[in-house]
Nanobody, 126 residues
Framework: QVQLVESGGGLVQAGASLRLSCAAS????????MGWFRRAPGKERDFVAAIPWSGGTTYYADSVKGRFTISRDGAKNTVYLQMNSLKPEDTAVYYCAARFSLRGAAVRVKEAYNYWGQGTQVTVSS
């Protein structure tokens, strides 16, 4: 049973940084893709970033490119999302997601992910 548990959210001011963590368990994730999505109030759940667990190409939404960095620590079975220069429009519930690797195909499509965490709230005040 795959379990994904997010942590690290909070309330910060614009321009601040946060690092989200996603602790993964229940599988060997070496052949999985890991993603971060977010849902702002009244909006759909949108893609933020993704990375193959084995490493290599990373993917970002245009709105976060240059500010957010996704990474993973295989020894800790944890995926991170480093968020810098936060903006009020980054306010959302952030979700970690996992799927069996499709080698980059549909990496931005939430329906392509099989496993989800419960989410962690990030609030950025102006």
């Amino acid at each position: 049973q795959v379990q994904l548990v997010e942590s690290g959210g909070g309330l910060v001011q614009a321009g601040a940084s946060l690092r989200l963590s996603c602790a993964a368990s229940g599988r060997t994730f070496s052949t999985y893709d890991m993603g971060w999505f977010r849902r702002a109030p009244g909006k759909e759940r949108d893609f933020v970033a993704a990375i193959p667990w084995s490493g290599g190409t990373t993917y970002y939404a245009d709105s976060v490119k240059g500010r957010f960095t996704i990474s993973r620590d295989g020894a800790k079975n944890t995926v991170y999302l480093q968020m810098n220069s936060l903006k009020p429009e980054d306010t959302a519930v952030y979700y970690c997601a996992a799927r069996f690797s499709l080698r980059g195909a549909a990496v931005r499509v939430k329906e392509a992910y099989n496993y989800w965490g419960q989410g962690t709230q990030v609030t950025v005040s102006s």
